[in-house]
């Protein structure tokens, strides 16, 4: 994931549409105000002479003056989460509540300054309207009352720091803490019924009761930002921020699961017969949900560790690296690997700040945020990924994907400062995701971490099974967390339910149920990071839909023949030259733009996953036969 650098909740989309206004709000008090020469420029800027020119001339200087603002509180803003994820210490969570409460407040009042220029949005030029409308979305806006922006900008850094401790206790009177890594280790490995469900109740329990309170106090408090410009609330701020309406972009994502839901259920049928014969029916039923603690995944959101016990044919054409990656890496190499991947398409190499700057493996006698991130925090080129790395199989797809922001970032660092973003903020997620489509078996072999490629029926299907529980697994859980999320934030499910409905949604697209029943007092959406640290997830479904979608253009424009699942462009300097054209439009052009340029289409479509998976999809039918799919 990229890591938001906006007080853990910066929205990297961008929107055009302007909400209905609601009554001006008082201006933040004026000692919650960073003292900004430029800042101080833009306040004390007497107001415009009559007429729509000098309006529009003024607009114009607005939008450069907010550049420099924006961009110097966002930067300390990063530059404090930066220390604050790498070292969880009370004195940097402090500094990064204090860094994010003035970026947020800041932010904000240029977003109502920005409010003057409605009049006349259509008489502006399209870069200067674009600007302005980004703005809008460079952080989460903060209540004017300057108590409650302290205490949203701590709630936020709060939650985030007790996600990254995780589970502590006192030994010899010392904390000592167990973070997700640990307790995500126990579910991949283990296949005792109760020592899974230990595992997932000690996380879900401790984690999601130290959130809830926290996270409850948090909407109410971001609700009244997201008004103060504008918004109904945060769930209207986040859907805006797509350039089309609300309701469409929500319509948008529901066509989207239609399309790939078939082939979800036939995956999901097949794995709970396999689970159902090695558990039995008094821990898996035939027909219904699956319990989530049983799937190698915290969340149940990938199915990848499960791939030993749903392997399509034993024994042909094996893929796992990750006996030599442990023999002959360590984390360096790993990601050395992975930035030859993308100079094999022409693009720079990382610049030597970012081997100077990132975190690779988990330093010793520190507590930090393990969750991978890569980041910009100076948005000048300062790239850099935060990750405690594994030598194993998942860590190297995983970076991979992280080194997709980078590259972004590095592609978009000399724009304005609202366009260093994604077209929407799916697409920054897709572009390493596109990249891991294309670390094929030949790939590997290339790279020496496979002995040989066997080319078969049998060694398609085991390779789609092995790709399909990372990918087509994940996609109901990317979608239901922020349908969950857009419920809380608009109110129509309080506290009481939180849980409940979490569950119910969970049931709902993924077929999954708690392992034991849950009360109106736990807080199992806490348990993930991205609630936790305030991280808008739609992003991610969007991203496992758009990276098939690049990856079926970036073939076509590499010209390689054949099947989907069988492309890589790597080493490929045309599909590289029309990878680069993209990612350096940033937010620049709305994102129907810029997925014509790669794609020559403008609107999201998961055919090409159905096209990728079609061996996979016809096999798990017939595989299914006489079953009763669905729960």
């Known amino acids: 994931m990229r890591k938001p650098t906006l007080l853990s909740v910066l929205i990297l989309a961008a929107a055009c549409g302007h909400p209905s206004k609601p009554p001006e709000p008082a201006p933040p008090s004026p000692e919650m105000v960073p003292?900004?020469?430029?800042?101080?420029?833009?306040?004390?800027?007497?107001?415009?002479?009559?007429?729509?020119?000098?309006?529009?001339?003024?607009?114009?200087?607005?939008?450069?003056?907010?550049?420099?603002?924006?961009?110097?509180?966002?930067?300390?803003?990063?530059?404090a989460a930066w220390a604050n994820a790498t070292d969880l210490t009370p004195a940097h969570e402090a500094a990064m509540a204090k860094a994010g409460e003035i970026q947020s407040v800041g932010v904000t009042k240029l977003v109502k300054i920005a409010r003057k220029f409605e009049p006349i949005l259509g008489k502006l030029d399209p870069d200067t309207r674009r600007q302005l409308a980004l703005l809008k979305f460079q952080a989460q806006p903060s209540p004017d009352d300057p108590k409650q922006a302290q205490e949203l900008a701590?709630?936020?850094?709060?939650?985030?720091?007790?996600?990254?401790?995780?589970?502590?206790?006192?030994?010899?009177?010392?904390?000592?803490?167990?973070?997700?890594?640990h307790w995500s280790k126990l579910l991949q490995a283990d296949r005792k019924p109760a020592k899974l469900l230990a595992a997932w109740k000690t996380w879900h329990d401790d984690i999601g009761h130290k959130e809830r309170d926290l996270f409850a106090r948090y909407v109410g408090l971001a609700n009244a930002g997201a008004r103060g410009i504008g918004f109904k609330d945060v769930a209207s701020m986040w859907k805006s921020g797509y350039d089309m309406p609300e309701d469409a972009f929500t319509a948008q994502t529901d066509k989207l699961w239609s399309q790939v839901k078939p082939l979800y259920d036939q995956l999901h049928c097949y794995t709970r017969r396999k689970l159902n014969k090695t558990y039995g029916d008094k821990i898996v039923s035939k027909t219904g949900p699956i319990p989530s603690h049983l799937l190698g995944n915290m969340w149940a959101q990938s199915w990848d560790y499960l791939y030993p016990?749903?392997?399509?044919y034993k024994g042909t054409a094996p893929i796992d690296v990750t006996p030599v990656l442990a023999k002959r890496y360590d984390a360096k190499k790993m990601v050395q690997m992975g930035e030859g991947f993308y100079t094999s398409l022409g693009m720079d190499p990382l610049p030597p700040t970012f081997w100077e700057r990132s975190q690779l493996t988990k330093p010793a006698g520190k507590n930090v945020v393990c969750h991978a991130s890569a980041w910009d925090p100076q948005y000048n080129n300062d790239l850099r990924i935060k990750m405690c790395i594994n030598l194993n199989q998942e860590d190297l797809w995983t970076i991979h994907h992280e080194l997709g922001h980078d590259y972004y970032f590095h592609h978009y660092y000399q724009l304005p400062f609202v366009y260093q973003a994604g077209a929407n903020d799916g697409f920054h997620e897709a572009i390493g995701d596109t990249i891991q489509l294309s670390m094929t078996p030949e790939y590997l072999k290339a790279k020496g971490l496979l002995a040989r490629v066997v080319k078969n029926d049998k060694a398609t299907i085991n390779a789609q099974m092995h790709t399909a529980l990372g990918k087509i697994a994940f996609l109901p859980f990317g979608l239901l967390v922020d349908k969950w999320r857009w419920d809380v934030f608009s109110g129509a499910v309080t506290p009481d339910k939180y849980n409940q409905h979490w569950w119910d949604l969970k049931k709902q697209y993924q077929g999954v149920v708690p392992p034991i029943e849950r009360a109106a007092t736990d807080f199992d959406p806490g348990a993930k990071y991205h609630v936790a640290a305030n991280v808008p997830y739609m992003r991610y479904f969007l991203a496992a839909v758009l990276a098939f979608q690049f990856h079926k253009a970036l073939c076509a424009?590499?010209?390689?023949?054949?099947?989907?699942?069988?492309?890589?462009?790597?080493?490929?300097?045309?599909?590289?030259?029309?990878?680069?054209?993209?990612?350096?439009?940033?937010?620049?052009?709305?994102?129907?733009?810029?997925l014509f340029a790669l794609?020559?289409?403008?609107?999201?479509?998961?055919?090409?996953?159905?096209?990728?998976?079609?061996?996979?999809?016809?096999?798990?039918?017939?595989?299914?036969?006489g079953q009763q799919c669905g729960w």
């Open 154 to 181: 701590e709630l936020a850094a709060k939650m985030e720091s007790e996600y990254g401790k995780g589970v502590c206790t006192s030994q010899n009177g010392k904390e000592v803490c167990q973070d997700i890594e």
């Open 35 to 79: 003292a900004d020469p430029a800042a101080e420029k833009i306040e004390r800027r007497p107001a415009a002479a009559a007429g729509d020119d000098a309006l529009i001339a003024e607009a114009k200087q607005f939008v450069a003056d907010a550049d420099k603002t924006a961009r110097k509180m966002t930067i300390e803003a990063a530059l």
């Open 599 to 625: 794609t020559g289409q403008r609107e999201m479509d998961a055919s090409p996953i159905l096209e990728y998976f079609a061996p996979l999809q016809g096999w798990l039918t017939a595989q299914n036969q």
């Open 309 to 312: 016990e749903l392997e399509p």
């Open 557 to 594: 424009t590499a010209g390689i023949k054949g099947p989907l699942y069988e492309c890589s462009i790597y080493g490929n300097k045309d599909a590289g030259a029309a990878y680069m054209k993209m990612l350096s439009l940033g937010a620049s052009k709305p994102w129907q733009e810029a």
